[in-house]
Structures are given as C-alpha cells and as structure tokens.
C-alpha cells in the first residue's frame, strides 16, 4: 500500500475553515484515499473516502489533485470539537487484507477560540 | 443502530490475571477487527474476521493473546497472562463490504488496559 505523510499538527481558529494535507505521491490506481480522526480518549470516527474526485458529505470536503498524489481534507467551518488527530490512509477499495489499513501517526488539529 | 460496543470501557488488573475484551460488531457488518493503541506504536491492527471466521492475526503479538469470534455478534479478545507491556486501549472495529466495493470501518469507544 502507498504510505502517506502529514503534518504533525496545525492550528486552526474556531470558524475559520481548516485545511489538512496529505501527501500520497506512490498511490496506485486502485487505492482510495481515506480520511479518519480521532477526538481524544475514543474510537477513530470516519469522516470521508474518495478515489479521483473531489467528495463532500455533512463532515467535511475532500480534495483530490488531478494527478492523486496530494488531498486536502477541509473542515469549512472549524469548531472547537473538532480538535483532533486527523489521520490520512490509502487503501485497495473492497479489498480487506491483513495490514493494509494503516494509521500513520495523523496531523494533531487544534481549533482554537 | 448502536454502533459497535466494547466492555468493559475500562479494566484494571494485575499482572500474571487474565483479562477478557468484549466486542459486539454493528448488525449487518461482516468483518469485524480488533486494534491496539498505545502512545509508542500508535493504533495496530492485531487481526480481522471475515464471517466469524479469523483471517488474519499475524499482529497478534504473541500466544498470550488469542480472538475468537463464536457468532456475527459478538467477538472476544483474550490476553492470558496479561503483562504490564498489554497495557493499552483496545478497539473494536466492523465494517461491510459496500454497494461500491469499498469499506468504512466503524469503531467502538475502546477498552483502557491498565496492567499493573
């Protein structure tokens, strides 16, 4: 599977939109990009996946650059229960093998009043 | 649905004790994953079901720790004897292969392992 890197942290201001990166630059044609976060002390919560084209649900947009080696996850309207660690994951679509859902160590967001 | 509930939400014990995690997957779902998380390795799969049948637990750390999965559910992690290492917060995950043949993994609010 394609690794992924992401800022360690970022800070936001509480309203203001909050745009996470993430680099995938050896994502192959099949694999999806996913986006988790995980608010401190419970489980990782999905928020969004997308193969080539930009996505939006109720959560938060996702961005996909033409050539799909770079996302930007966009929370339009931070709050401060959003503060998180915001985890960016490529994985094979409908395919569930062994290791291949990986949690990098994410990007720890901070919206702040 | 209730989502995916794990018990107990904490457990305390003392080294050498066994120690039993509870999981109920969301109803429907057919895979079902057990993860641990602790500040040094971060969250790691340990292993998966696929219609309660193990697929893979090659991150299963060592014999101490043994899943079993008796019906779509209800699951069961089991360290024997837990050391204080075990220490960790433990998630229970489900998801289904979806319309588009992609999954969503949904978690449970985790068990905190303390090992003493």
């Known amino acids: 599977d394609a690794k992924t890197t992401q800022p360690t942290s970022m800070d936001c201001a509480e309203g203001r939109a909050a745009n996470l990166p993430c680099n995938h630059s050896?994502?192959?044609?099949?694999?999806?990009v996913y986006w988790y976060r995980q608010i401190h002390s419970q489980g990782p919560q999905y928020i969004i996946h997308?193969?080539?084209n930009n996505e939006t649900n109720e959560m938060a947009s996702l961005i996909i650059t033409e050539d799909r080696k770079s996302s930007t996850l966009i929370l339009p309207h931070a709050t401060l229960r959003d503060t998180a660690v915001y985890y960016c994951?490529?994985?094979?679509?409908?395919?569930?093998?062994?290791?291949?859902?990986?949690f990098g160590p994410g990007t720890r967001l901070s919206v702040l009043p | 649905d209730a989502g995916v509930i794990q018990s107990p939400r904490h457990e305390v014990t003392e080294m050498g004790q066994e120690v039993t995690l509870r999981c109920k997957p969301i109803?429907?779902?057919?895979?079902l994953f057990w993860y641990r998380q602790t500040m040094m390795r971060g969250l790691e799969l340990l292993i998966y079901?696929?219609?309660?049948?193990?697929?893979?637990d090659s991150g299963m750390p060592e014999d101490r720790f043994s899943a079993k999965m008796p019906n779509a559910s209800f699951s069961t992690l089991k360290i024997q004897p837990s050391e204080p290492r075990d220490s960790a917060v433990y998630f229970c995950?489900?998801?289904?292969?979806?319309?588009?043949?992609?999954?969503?993994?949904?978690f449970g609010p985790g068990t905190r392992l303390t090992v003493l």
């Open positions: 995950a489900s998801s289904q292969y979806g319309l588009a043949g992609v999954d969503t993994q949904y």
């Open positions: 050896t994502i192959s044609g099949n694999e999806y």
């Open positions: 997308g193969l080539k």
């Open positions: 994951i490529v994985r094979v679509a409908g395919v569930i093998v062994g290791q291949n859902f990986v």
């Open positions: 109803s429907g779902h057919d895979y």
């Open positions: 079901f696929n219609n309660n049948v193990p697929i893979d």
